[in-house]
């Protein structure tokens, strides 16, 4: 809140990490024992950094230290694209006085003969207003001004002032954003609270039947059904072990419930995304890695029903996991929610071929799990019962076919 809000102020807070001692020391000899660095710090010695930045830029084969430095300065570039979200432009002062003048421009553009000294005047004033809105657009990361004025989609600060040197009237939200940081830069408790809850209510009215839909992402987020589905995972192929083991009978019955507990929840985050998104479920590969893990433990869950030796069981559990841990890793390098690119842009083929093609990768992984299983398990436990080593095998031929 700080950063977005009071940009000048939170430049002083110790929150960049470095590690590596020589970028250490470009900052100064006293800051050996300190790991944590404020962005006036950095700041302060810019110069150096960058310059040592380039000459690792061109570098084939990078070494710790160059390393270190890039990860600095995508690190800058979080924190300064954060620091661009609600900021209003420095120029000229507060939202109000900036449409002021915007709309004092444009009538002198219009009013005033071509080449007059106030034509020109105002025609500076709008470029150099613009340059300073185009430096927000491409800095700032956060989408946080609502769709208005025929305009589709959420923009981020700059955009949304763009639009507003261009027809002379900014976005209502944006006076509400600056009103906001006023009251925080000001400690007003009171007032604060107060344009939380109107800003609160606005936002609301321009999603428009979005709302909802808002609303649902944000519980979404916050229930975390896959990160859920991952423990029951963990727990199902534990349970299926110690069947082949002791009170099989009894915990036979119990992993195929806590695999139906499991593959509910997959199912719930699979539905909550389709719903979110209004799309088919494979659109990225961060979705494909969720529905391979799905298909594959609907089709255990009709194996294990048919066949009751944990064995499907313990293969669903194995690829369920592994196909969530894999796409929270891929969630780390983007929007898991991405608009969709043109070649994508069909929920036919979406819902049709993609999900098709995905299928086939989860009956692949699933045949090579219990082929594994089957090898595994006559190995360990002195070989295998012979209706049991019939049993995975047909499931293999099965899912092949399939």
Not at 31 to 43: D, G, P, Q
Request: some cysteine.
């Amino acid at each position: 809140m700080e950063l977005t809000m009071d940009p000048g102020t939170s430049a002083h807070r110790r929150v960049f990490r470095i590690d590596h001692p020589q970028v250490v020391a470009i900052l100064g000899e006293n800051h050996e024992e300190r790991k944590f660095f404020s962005f006036a710090e950095i700041a302060a010695v810019y110069e150096t950094w960058l310059n040592n930045l380039r000459s690792s830029m061109n570098a084939e084969r990078r070494d710790t230290y160059q390393r270190a430095l890039v990860k600095l300065q995508n690190a800058i570039g979080i924190y300064d694209g954060l620091a661009y979200t609600l900021t209003t432009s420095p120029t000229f002062g507060g939202m109000d006085r900036e449409q002021q003048i915007i709309r004092l421009a444009r009538a002198d553009l219009a009013n005033q003969p071509m080449g007059s000294d106030t034509h020109t005047l105002a025609n500076n004033a709008l470029e150099l207003m613009s340059g300073q809105y185009r430096r927000i657009a491409m800095t700032a990361v956060m989408q946080a001004i609502p769709p208005s004025g025929g305009a589709v989609g959420w923009r981020n600060l700059g955009d949304a002032m763009l639009q507003g040197v261009n027809t002379g009237e900014f976005h209502p939200v944006l006076a509400e954003y600056g009103q906001l940081a006023e009251a925080w830069r000001n400690k007003e408790v009171i007032r604060f609270n107060e344009q939380i809850q109107g800003l609160y209510a606005d936002l609301h009215i321009y999603a428009g039947e979005r709302s909802n839909r808002i609303k649902f992402e944000h519980f979404f987020h916050n229930f975390a059904p896959f990160y859920f589905s991952m423990e029951v995972y963990v727990i199902v192929f534990f349970t299926a072990l110690f069947s082949w083991l002791f009170w099989t009978r009894t915990l036979t019955v119990a992993t195929f419930w806590l695999m139906v507990t499991a593959f509910v929840l997959h199912t719930f985050g699979l539905a909550a995304r389709v719903y979110i998104q209004e799309r088919p479920p494979v659109t990225n590969l961060y979705s494909s890695a969720v529905f391979v893990g799905w298909a594959a433990v609907l089709i255990c869950l009709f194996l294990e029903r048919l066949y009751k030796n944990c064995v499907s069981a313990a293969a669903a559990a194995m690829i369920g996991f592994c196909t969530l841990i894999i796409a929270h890793h891929l969630s780390f390098t983007g929007d898991t929610l991405e608009v969709m690119r043109a070649v994508l842009d069909s929920n036919f083929w979406l819902a049709t071929h993609v999900p098709t093609v995905t299928m086939g990768y989860s009956a692949a992984f699933l045949a090579g799990f219990l082929g594994i299983l089957h090898i595994v398990r006559d190995r360990v436990w002195g070989g295998l019962p012979e209706d049991t080593g019939r049993s995975i095998e047909r499931m293999v031929y099965g899912v092949v076919c399939f």
